[in-house]
């Protein structure tokens, strides 16, 4: 929002200086982005070039003697602009005047042995443009001895501010008025708004077909106005804020949007045809507008029409059609409300940007229609003439006042700000709203012009930013709590933790998207109606994926595709069970193909590489989920996994019976010819999120090391069991035989033959016991060793072998 500060004070009576009116506009949340004074220009006059004499030592160069009026004798300047002759008016810069253009201070200097007292300025040195070929040249009318930036009127400081979406009410020059009267930085000058005196009745009628969209709509229409150009002050204000000025009945309108806030439309009445109509758009009915643009219209869109059809895109911009020209005799001055959803819509979808849809997206004040039609007659019967008609006005109901309760101590709740109770009211009342009832609750009535005001919060921000967001006190933040303290929450620790660990181990990390087609997602337990979306970016991403390895073994193909067979690929991210948040998992995955082993791949010297396989996979889901804290000790391997899995090279690992951990193994046959895939391929995926949290230890509890100083002992044992068990509770059976000596339990051989018995199966352990207390004699081991095979014999039915 754009304007002049004599246009401010057209609206506001005060004796504050620009800087204190910069300050009080911050202050009061009407943030000054910029401020153009050209007051650094009033030294400079205009004066005329009486002669324009060769100089004698230059080609180049004139003498000039100039008038600078004032009854002053002429001054000699020597110039070098092509365009000096005599009688040419331009800026005269006598010597003292700073030029900032060049950045230089003027002194009496010689030139080529000519005196020169000042210069003729261009408007590069005055930094009015990039024009350098020659010195400013005026019109012979312009005063000499005058001051140029009060004739060129640079002496009008120009001032932005950035307006945020709660202030509808500044997006007018009398409403940022409105406020700094308010805040005490002087008087507002209230708009005195006389009734036109009609002649005749409205020739031409308006209907609402559309109500919702449009709930009032003031019509007039004036006869026998002659349009032309503007008066000068309303082109240079205009000029100032970035409009160019076209003809009187335009500019008016431009200068009541910004002036009042308040847009209006000017139709040529002798090129509507019948009667005016405010409806919905019919589907495909187009428009030329004003820009020269020509829009398709939708049912959505508000418009006003006559019998030939669409005038102009409600609150948007009018049309080309009855657009007003210097040919305009009557003219229909419309002054309306519009939807301001509705408006926004709308010029999103046909992407026009316009001064007064800015504003009625925002909402204008509803009181405001037909003052705004009264002054809008006024200026154009004042530069154009002609005779206006009654009004019409429909549809508007009246404005009915929003009445927010409003506690005064929630200043202090909300702000920290000690206001007393009567100084809100006041502050209140300054900005037009008004306050009934007493105590410590009073009601108050919402103005018109701010539809921002919903609740009391809005009223605490307007006491605030009044009685001075500067008063409220910095307050230093609460301590943090110590640097030891975690900061991310156990699942993001778990995260990072599983990256660093798949990273360690050779993996690559890939990041795949979120969506898969319907048939992988069917593949791996997905493709649930809930999990598909709607409007899907492509037809293979058509469903949330259940699983992380679909679209791995998709990136794992595109690497062979081009050359590259032994990739190792790991990704930490989202899966989808369901269409709730609970459903969503967090969960690490990993697939490897050919050689790509944790201790490197391809062919090598001492023999080819072995390619991957199920044991590579549980190697993986093992080390993450020991890098993200799982008690991998107590974890429990059982054979099979999923159906995309190979049902004998695969695995799932729990935490008990129920704990369902991670699933590994080597994919099935059918899985990879669904995917299109080739090749070995193992892999895994593990549920972080379903790692239990470990349990809070004393802080005062220090760990207890112990180092025993007697030599660890190893024993190995072979038992015969069954060829259905597994070596897991084995060597579980072990362990538990005293888990004081026995520190870990090993299998190193593995043995079946007729020898054994049919359905039998040898398992060979290696057994670990550290001695702490004492030298271990043979009857303790003897002792230790039976407890062993007497644990194996009775969880795993083993015997040991002879």
């Given at each position: ?17 620009l800087?204190q ?17 050209k ?24 003498v ?171 082109q ?51 428009v ?8 398709q ?118 702000t ?12 209140l ?26 609740g ?12 001075g ?31 660093r ?25 997905g ?55 609970e ?31 199920v044991?590579d ?123 004081k000596?026995?520190t ?29 207390e ?29």
């Amino acid at each position: 929002m754009k304007f002049t500060l004599s246009w401010l004070k057209d609206h506001l009576e005060t004796d504050a200086s620009l800087d204190q009116i910069v300050e009080r506009l911050t202050s009061i949340g009407l943030e000054v982005e910029s401020v153009d004074d050209k007051s650094s220009l009033k030294p400079f006059v205009i004066a005329k070039v009486l002669t324009a004499e060769k100089h004698p030592d230059a080609d180049k160069l004139r003498v000039l003697s100039v008038d600078i009026g004032n009854g002053q004798a002429p001054i000699q300047v020597v110039c070098g602009a092509p365009n000096a002759r005599a009688g040419l008016i331009g800026a005269f810069a006598a010597p003292g005047a700073y030029v900032p253009g060049i950045d230089v201070t003027l002194a009496i200097g010689k030139i080529r042995g000519v005196e020169s007292h000042g210069m003729m300025c261009s408007e590069r040195e005055l930094e009015l443009s990039d024009e350098h070929d020659g010195i400013i040249d005026l019109p012979a009318d312009a005063p000499v001895g005058t001051s140029y930036a009060s004739y060129a009127h640079l002496d009008d400081p120009l001032i932005e501010i950035g307006l945020t979406p709660n202030h509808p009410d500044a997006t007018g020059v009398y409403g940022i008025a409105r406020d700094l009267a308010a805040s005490g930085l002087g008087t507002l000058k209230l708009a005195q708004v006389e009734k036109s005196v009609a002649s005749g009745q409205m020739p031409v009628t308006v209907s609402i077909d559309a109500p919702e969209l449009c709930p009032g709509f003031a019509l007039r229409l004036v006869r026998g106005v002659k349009n032309g150009a503007s008066p000068k002050w309303m082109q240079q204000r205009l000029l100032a804020i970035g409009l160019r000025p076209i003809n009187a009945l335009v500019d008016i309108t431009n200068y009541m949007t910004f002036d009042q806030g308040r847009p209006l439309h000017v139709f040529d009445a002798a090129k509507v045809t019948g009667n005016l109509t405010v409806r919905r758009a019919a589907a495909g009915e187009k428009v030329l507008a004003l820009d020269g643009r020509e829009y398709q219209l939708t049912p959505e869109m508000c418009v006003i029409a006559d019998d030939k059809g669409v005038e102009s895109i409600a609150g948007i911009m009018g049309g080309a059609h009855s657009g007003c020209d210097e040919t305009t005799t009557d003219v229909l001055i419309e002054s309306a409300l519009w939807e301001p959803m509705n408006i926004a819509r709308t010029g999103r979808e046909l992407g026009i940007i316009t001064d007064a849809r800015y504003r009625f997206e925002r909402g204008v004040d509803p009181e405001m229609m037909a003052p705004g039609l009264e002054l809008a007659t006024k200026l154009v019967t004042d530069f154009c003439g002609g005779q206006p008609s009654e009004a019409q006005i429909i549809g508007y109901a009246g404005y009915t006042p929003k009445v927010v309760k409003f506690p005064l101590a929630e200043v202090k709740r909300l702000t920290g700000l000690e206001v007393a109770g009567q100084e809100s009211l006041d502050i209140l009342t300054r900005l037009g709203f008004t306050v009934s009832g007493s105590g410590d609750e009073v009601r108050v009535s919402v103005p018109s012009w701010r539809p921002d005001i919903d609740g009391k919060a809005d009223l605490v921000e307007e006491v605030m930013r009044m009685h001075g967001v500067d008063a409220i006190e910095p307050q230093p933040l609460p301590a943090l709590a110590g640097v030891g303290t975690k900061v991310l929450t156990t699942l993001q620790i778990r995260t990072r933790s599983a990256r660093r660990a798949l990273a360690v181990r050779g993996l690559m990390e890939a990041i795949n998207w979120s969506f898969i087609s319907a048939k992988h997602a069917q593949a791996f337990a997905g493709g649930q109606p809930a999990l598909r979306l709607a409007n899907p970016i492509a037809a293979d991403m058509s469903d949330m994926r259940p699983s992380l390895l679909p679209g791995l073994l998709s990136a794992v193909q595109r690497n062979v595709d081009r050359g590259f067979g032994d990739v190792a690929l790991f990704e930490v991210s989202g899966t989808y069970e369901g269409d709730t948040p609970e459903a969503q998992r967090r969960v690490a995955a990993g697939v490897r193909r050919g050689t790509a082993k944790a201790d490197g791949s391809g062919r090598h010297w001492s023999g080819n590489g072995s390619v991957v396989g199920v044991f590579d996979a549980k190697a993986d889901a093992l080390a993450a989920l020991e890098a993200c804290g799982a008690p991998v000790d107590k974890l429990q391997i059982e054979a099979g996994g999923p159906e995309w899995y190979h049902p004998g090279r695969s695995g799932s690992i729990k935490l008990g019976p129920k704990v369902l951990l991670g699933t590994f193994g080597e994919f099935h046959p059918k899985t990879l010819e669904l995917l299109d895939v080739s090749g070995p391929l193992c892999g895994f995926e593990i549920f972080i999120d379903a790692i239990p949290e470990p349990k809070a230890k004393p802080t005062r509890t220090k760990p207890k090391l112990e180092l025993s100083s007697l030599q660890t002992v190893k024993r190995d044992f072979a038992f015969v069991v069954d060829r259905s068990v597994e070596a897991g509770p084995l060597v579980r059976a072990a362990l538990s035989a005293d888990k004081k000596l026995v520190t870990s339990v090993s299998v190193f051989d593995l043995f079946e033959g007729a020898s054994l018995g049919e359905g039998k199966k040898s398992v060979a352990i290696e057994v670990s016991i550290q001695p702490v207390e004492k030298t271990l004699t043979d009857e303790d081991f003897e002792a230790l060793a039976t407890r062993i095979i007497d644990n194996v014999k009775k969880q795993t039915g083993g015997v040991l072998r002879a």
